[in-house]
């Protein structure tokens, strides 16, 4: 499974971006993708998932009502559209892909597949 970011740059605060994340050579129809995101000297926390059979969907709250996440299946591409940038919204934003049998969650567990991620800057 390969799994490619962009979209990232350097964005005002109160402006947007959208990510995208093109993935291929998937050998099962199920699972989950994810984003994720690591601000400097801070864990990486799992922001937003779909799942890739189903459009069930997860926010964690410090995105919810600004980020928007999407997928066309078409494309094998998943976006996330963040609206409503903050500075602490600054950091590298990566998608991930879980294996099968797993599925989106708030437990954003089973990602075995990372891109390699994409730097967002929010400027105040």
């Known amino acids: 499974v390969q799994l490619v970011e962009s979209g990232g740059g350097l964005v005002q605060a109160g402006g947007s971006l959208r990510l995208s994340c093109a993935a291929s050579g998937f050998t099962f129809d199920d699972g989950a993708i994810g984003w994720f995101r690591q601000a400097p000297g801070k864990e990486r926390e799992g922001i937003s998932c779909?799942?890739?059979?189903?459009?069930?969907?997860y926010y964690a709250d410090s995105v919810k009502g600004r980020f928007t996440i999407s997928s066309d299946n078409a494309k094998n591409t998943v976006y996330l559209q963040m609206n409503s940038l903050k500075p602490e919204d600054t950091a590298v934003y990566y998608c991930?892909?879980?294996?099968?049998?797993?599925?989106?969650?708030?437990?954003?567990?089973?990602?075995?597949?990372w891109g390699q991620g994409t730097q967002v800057t929010v400027s105040s």
């Open positions: 991930a892909a879980t294996g099968p049998h797993y599925y989106c969650s708030g437990y954003l567990i089973g990602y075995d597949y």
């Open positions: 779909i799942g890739r059979s189903y459009n069930s969907t």
